[in-house]
């Protein structure tokens, strides 16, 4: 894989490049099609391949697709549906989170809760870590750190919308922060409910 163990000096993180010039966690692996079964996020394992790669994510390759659900402080977070969408009040969403400031991210970590109509899994993260942006404002330009979040509906029809708490707790330069924010039915293509 090319890995270096030598932490790279704009990030405190530990991301170092590899030979495709993209950041990556030492001793990171690919991440697979299938996830572990994992109902809380945190964890995780590395990028090994974030380049032209998917990132573990179904196909999901870059921040720039989906819709965006939060932007704070340089974290930007997107939401992108797998698949075929909702179906049967059901999906499987992939949630992007993207850096467009200067100063790295580390020890990203999200939490989901749902409504009781609602059962999810959240499987783990691609990575813990974002570098910093190479050019702050335009993007993020990196590819993202993926995470895949199941949703299925636990009754029977008429289904009730798909809403979603995240709340996301990081460090950056040493200050440990808490973002959170509600999904509603319209990041998941149901329209205004």
């Known amino acids: 894989m090319g ?3 030598q932490p790279s000096p704009a990030c405190s993180c530990h991301c170092t490049p590899h030979a495709g010039g993209a950041p990556t966690t030492p001793g990171a692996v690919r991440a697979g099609a299938g996830e572990a079964s994992s109902t809380g996020g945190g964890g995780g394992g590395g990028r090994g391949s974030r380049g032209g790669g998917s990132g573990g994510a179904d196909g999901v390759s870059s921040a720039a697709g ?12 997107r939401i992108a549906l797998s698949g075929g969408g909702v179906v049967g009040g059901s999906c499987v969403a992939i949630l992007c989170y993207g850096n467009d400031a200067s100063t ?4 990203l970590a999200a939490q989901v809760a749902v409504p009781k109509h609602l ?3 959240l ?3 691609s990575d813990t870590c974002l570098p910093p942006e190479p050019l702050p404002g335009f993007g993020p330009t990196l590819p993202p750190i993926t ?4 949703l299925a509906q636990v009754g029977r029809p008429p289904y009730k919308p798909l809403k979603v708490r995240l709340r996301l707790a990081y460090e950056r330069e040493g200050k440990h922060i808490v973002e959170e ?3 509603g039915p319209e990041s998941f293509g149901q329209g205004m409910v």
């Open 119 to 121: 059962r999810m899994q």
């Open 3 to 5: 890995v270096s163990a």
């Open 104 to 107: 790295p991210v580390s020890n």
């Open 147 to 150: 995470q895949t979040l199941r």
């Open 123 to 125: 499987g783990p993260p």
């Open 181 to 183: 924010a509600t999904i």
């Open 66 to 77: 989906g819709v965006e659900v939060l932007r704070s402080e340089g974290l930007i977070v």
